[in-house]
C-alpha cells in the first residue's frame, strides 16, 4: 500500500517518467497497471517492471550486442552436451533420465548464490580434507563442478546467457556508466520476500545511483524461515545509510 502511495504521488506531481518501479513479477507488474487505470482519468506510465526487464533495458542501453537469455529448452540442450561430453562416473547417464532437471535445479540454485565452479570444486576439497563428505560424495561434487564449469563454456560459446550471469553484466555497467539510468530519481520495489544474491549484486548498483530508493518486503512471523530472510535483508540494506530505505 505504501509504495503505490508513493507512485500515485510522483504520478500526480508529473513524475512518472522519473520512477522505476520493480516488482517480483509480470502479474504484480499488471495488476499495478490495472490499478492505476482505475484510481487516474488520464496519466503517463511510470517504467513499470520486473528484474528481468529491468536487466534487458540496461544491457540494451549500454552494449551494442547484449546477449541473449537462454531459453530452457536450449539451456537443457546444452546441458545435455555438457554431461556428454564430461569424463564422469556417478552423472554420466543423468542426460538420459530425470536427473538432468535435478541437475539443472541445482545448477541454477548455486548460479543464483553466487557460487561458482571453482567455488563449488574448492568447497567439495575442503569439506572432504575435514572429513565431513566421503569419497563418493567428493566425487559427486567434483562431477557437479565439472559439468557446470563445461556448461558455462557451452553458454559462452553459443552466445547465451543466464539471469544472474546478465544480472552481473548489468551490474557492473551501471557501476561504470550510472549515466544509463540518469533520467530516474525514484526507485520503489515491492512484493518481495527476500533477494537472492544475484538481485542483490544489481540492487546494490541501483540504491548507489538513486537519489531516493523505496524497498518493501513481505514477511510472515508464522513463517521463521522468510522472517529470518527480511533480517537478511535489513542487514544488507544497512550498507547504504545516505540514503533511507
Known amino acids: 500500500k505504501r509504495c503505490m502511495e508513493i507512485l500515485l504521488e510522483a504520478i500526480s506531481q508529473g513524475r512518472a517518467r522519473d520512477v522505476i518501479f520493480l516488482l517480483y513479477n509480470n502479474q504484480q507488474v499488471q495488476a499495478v497497471r490495472e490499478s492505476l487505470r482505475e484510481n487516474l482519468d488520464a496519466y503517463i506510465e511510470p517504467a513499470l517492471m520486473t528484474f528481468q526487464g529491468l536487466i534487458r533495458e540496461i544491457l540494451f542501453k549500454g552494449l551494442s550486442s547484449p546477449p541473449d537469455i537462454v531459453p530452457e529448452n536450449v539451456a537443457l540442450h546444452l546441458l545435455r552436451k555438457a554431461i ?71 553458454l559462452k560459446e553459443h552466445g547465451y546467457e543466464e539471469w544472474p550471469d546478465a544480472a552481473q553484466r548489468a551490474a557492473l555497467l551501471l557501476r561504470d556508466q550510472p549515466d544509463l539510468l540518469t533520467e530516474k530519481k525514484l526507485l520503489i520495489m515491492d512484493g518481495f520476500f527476500y533477494f537472492a544474491p544475484w538481485q542483490e549484486n544489481i540492487l546494490a548498483a541501483l540504491i548507489e545511483i538513486f537519489p531516493r530508493s523505496v524497498v518493501t518486503l513481505c514477511c510472515s512471523r508464522e513463517k521463521r524461515e522468510v522472517f529470518r530472510a527480511l533480517e537478511d535483508m535489513q542487514t544488507f540494506l544497512t550498507q547504504f545509510p545516505h540514503h533511507k530505505v
Not at 91 to 116: F, H, I, P, Q, W
Request: aromatic share 8%.
Open 84 to 154: 556428454e561430453e564430461s569424463d564422469l562416473s556417478y552423472y554420466r547417464k543423468a542426460g538420459r533420465s530425470g536427473l538432468l532437471g535435478m541437475l539443472k535445479n541445482t545448477l541454477d540454485e548455486l548460479k543464483a548464490n553466487g557460487v561458482s565452479p571453482e567455488a563449488l570444486l574448492e568447497a567439495t576439497r575442503q569439506r572432504q580434507g575435514r572429513g565431513w563428505l566421503d569419497g563418493a560424495s567428493a566425487r559427486k561434487g567434483r562431477e557437479v563442478s565439472s559439468i557446470y564449469n563445461h556448461y558455462q563454456e557451452l
